[in-house]
């Protein structure tokens, strides 16, 4: 559903799946056929083409190399840090960043060492005193120390948003203030019932409903036809749900003892 609001467009288009949270930038700058990614999430839905060609190639004119929507600090649902662009979209100009790029640079990046330049060069416009942030929020996402790397060595762009009347879902401006696209969050509790997501994730509520909701406005935005889904090929679909689940699982339950510590000093600061 995603994919067919931008596959008309004439651009090639990859799918990236079953790659670690920050392997996918990596595969992307080892293909050098590639100069510009516009990297757009599978819950990721484009509403206006000409606000994201507008930010491309506002993004090459003025040598930025990401643009991308603050992980903290803004309208998405996040708590994180502002200098990290959250991936759910993003323009990146690979052609720039290959200049520098190496993983084993990222790897030896100490962002204690450079976080009070970045706070500094950061837009305060962005960040809105009703939200919550945290700048000390250094390892939250296996992608933090990439977009690090990315701030402290070139320009980022960061891009103002708002969120959705359904009190979830993003919608993401460009540099002139025009809609982009809007992310819906928790797709993946898209086929779980309702009653057994707010265990464990109260905000999330019932994600089909609200989700399609959204896809239909962007087929209505862009004036074009919905796509049937096919389910022809269920048990590959389902087989490639639970592939990409055991990737990803390993992933998040290594990150919970940081995840921990991170809830523990934002409580301890409210009782303050």
């Known amino acids: 559903m995603s994919k067919g609001l931008y596959e008309s467009w004439g651009y090639p288009c990859v799918r990236l799946t079953d790659q670690s949270a920050d392997g996918y930038f990596y595969t992307m700058l080892r293909h050098k056929d590639c100069d510009i990614a516009i990297n757009v999430d599978e819950d990721c839905f484009i509403t206006h083409r000409e606000a994201v060609e507008a930010l491309v190639d506002y993004v090459i004119d003025n040598n930025f190399a990401n643009a991308g929507c603050p992980d903290?600090?803004?309208w998405a649902p996040r708590q994180g840090n502002p200098l990290i662009t959250n991936?759910?979209?993003n323009i990146l100009n690979l052609k720039l960043i290959r200049e520098s790029f190496s993983k084993q640079e990222i790897r030896k990046f100490k962002y204690e060492q450079h976080k009070d330049n970045l706070i500094e060069a950061y837009p305060k416009e962005m960040l809105y005193p009703e939200l919550s942030w945290d700048f000390d929020n250094m390892d939250y996402e296996p992608y933090c120390k990439f977009f690090f790397?990315?701030?402290a060595n070139f320009k980022t762009l960061y891009l103002h948003n708002r969120q959705h009347p359904d009190g979830t879902t993003t919608i993401l401006m460009n540099h002139k203030g025009e809609e982009m696209c809007r992310h819906t969050w928790f797709s993946r509790f898209y086929s779980v019932p309702?009653?057994?997501v707010r265990h464990w994730e109260p905000t999330a509520g019932a994600q089909q409903q609200r989700i399609d909701n959204v896809i239909n406005e962007a087929y209505s935005m862009q004036q074009l036809e919905k796509p049937v889904?096919?389910?022809?090929?269920?048990?590959?679909?389902?087989?490639?749900?639970?592939?990409?689940?055991?990737?990803?699982?390993?992933q998040r339950i290594s990150r919970w003892p940081r995840k921990?510590?991170?809830k523990t000093r934002r409580l301890i600061k409210k009782l303050r």
Do not use: Y
């Not at 889904?229 to 699982?249: E, L, P």
């Open 260 to 262: 921990l510590v991170i």
């Open 87 to 89: 991936p759910f979209f």
């Open 194 to 196: 309702a009653f057994i």
């Open 72 to 74: 903290g600090g803004s």
């Open 149 to 151: 790397w990315l701030a």
């Open 229 to 250: 889904f096919q389910t022809k090929d269920k048990c590959g679909f389902v087989w490639n749900k639970i592939i990409r689940w055991i990737i990803k699982v390993p």
